[in-house]
T-cell receptor, first 113, second 116 residues
Framework: LAKTTQPISMDSYEGQEVNITCSHN???????ITWYQQFPSQGPRFIIQ???TKVTNEVASLFIPADRKSSTLSLPRVSLSDTAVYYC??????????????FGTGTRLQVFP | GAVVSQHPSRVICKSGTSVKIECRSL??????MFWYRQFPKQSLMLMAT?????????EQGVEKDKFLINHASLTLSTLTVTSAHPEDSSFYIC????????????FGQGTRLTVV
């Protein structure tokens, strides 16, 4: 499993765009990048997943450069409710169904009014 | 989306007693479920992989006799904390994935265990 590195914490204000970058230098050809969000006292929930270039859904965008050694989760116009811990994970799509997910430190995002 | 339900959401027990936590996949079958433990301000730590119909696979350093895992059906896995001690107080989270490929992991809401 490719190791990931993220900033421990980030601060932002309501209405701003937040970009959280994750490094995964040892990513393999069949690895996908997935981001999860966790609120206090809750289990994580899926935000977005991608392989290369850009993926966008109703919650966020995921930017992945050509070398795929990093990825950036972009949250547009954050609100107080986006305060959470965000985890970046990398895993082989061929065995994703059964592979265990190993969580790194995650990025603790604090949004201020 | 798929739902994973954990029960109870919080439990308080006395030292020396055992506590069972249930994890159910409500609308899909899961041959594999995962159990995590999370201490305050820390990340999720994988404890074990629960396999339907076979023995669980424990991560290094996790006592299999203390954390009993049973995965009796494709929709239910249980974690029993035996002879609980205050240091076992933690947030326990289960996870499951649907059998279809290329799908995200779904997590239960977690169980807050407090041992007094």
């Amino acid at each position: 499993l490719a190791k990931t590195t993220q900033p421990i914490s980030m601060d932002s204000y309501e209405g701003q765009e937040v970009n959280i970058t994750c490094s995964h230098n040892n990513i393999a050809t069949n690895d996908y990048i997935t981001w999860y969000q966790q609120f206090p006292s809750q289990g994580p929930r899926f935000i977005i997943q991608g392989y290369k270039t850009k993926v966008t859904n109703e919650v966020a965008s995921l930017f992945i450069p050509a070398d795929r050694k990093s990825s950036t989760l972009s949250l547009p116009r954050v609100s107080l409710s986006d305060t959470a811990v965000y985890y970046c994970l990398v895993g082989d799509i061929r065995t994703y169904n059964t592979d265990k997910l190993i969580f790194g430190t995650g990025t603790r995002l604090q949004v201020f009014p | 989306g798929a739902v994973v339900s954990q029960h109870p959401s919080r439990v308080i027990c006395k030292s020396g007693t055992s506590v069972k936590i249930e994890c159910r996949s409500l609308d899909f079958q899961a041959t594999t479920m995962f159990w995590y433990r999370q201490f305050p301000k820390q990340s999720l730590m994988l404890m074990a992989t629960s396999n339907e119909g076979s023995k669980a696979t424990y991560e290094q350093g996790v006592e299999k006799d203390k954390f009993l895992i049973n995965h009796a059906s494709l929709t239910l896995s249980t974690l029993t904390v035996t002879s609980a001690h205050p240091e076992d107080s933690s947030f326990y989270i289960c996870s499951a994935r649907a059998t279809a490929i290329n799908t995200e992991a779904f997590f239960g809401q977690g169980t807050r265990l407090t041992v007094v």
